[in-house]
Nanobody
Framework: QMQLVESGGGLVQPGGSLILSCVATGNTASLYGMGWHRQVPGKEREFLGT???????MYADAVKGRLLISGDNAKNTIYLQLNKMERDDSAVYYC??????????WGQGTQVTVSS
């Protein structure tokens, strides 16, 4: 069974950069893409971006220009880099994975707080 495990997060200075990683473990043969979402209390989970095994990326307009998602297929790992962090970027960040048979998986989430 496949699982997603995030790492990184914590406290980030305003204007700084956030770097997260997410590794897919278990049977990853059917994995076709991974990505990132975030959620603040009382709001719906927000799509940030995705990357396919082929390296194609898609970003939400809200973070386009600040967000870079990259991947390492050999390690079944993706990375998030969000630059020029603002207080409104404080949220729980979730890793997402999609498989060829329509299954969706989520990581456990990692808290990110932007504060000086």
């Amino acid at each position: 069974q496949m699982q997603l495990v995030e790492s990184g997060g914590g406290l980030v200075q305003p204007g700084g950069s956030l770097i997260l990683s997410c590794v897919a473990t278990g049977n990853t043969a059917s994995l076709y893409g991974m990505g990132w979402h975030r959620q603040v209390p009382g709001k719906e989970r927000e799509f940030l971006g995705t990357i396919t095994r082929a390296g194609d990326t898609m970003y939400a307009d809200a973070v386009k220009g600040r967000l870079l998602i990259s991947g390492d297929n050999a390690k079944n790992t993706i990375y998030l880099q969000l630059n020029k962090m603002e207080r409104d970027d404080s949220a729980v960040y979730y890793c997402w994975g999609g498989t060829n048979n329509g299954q969706e998986l989520w990581g456990q989430g990692t808290q990110v707080t932007v504060s000086s």
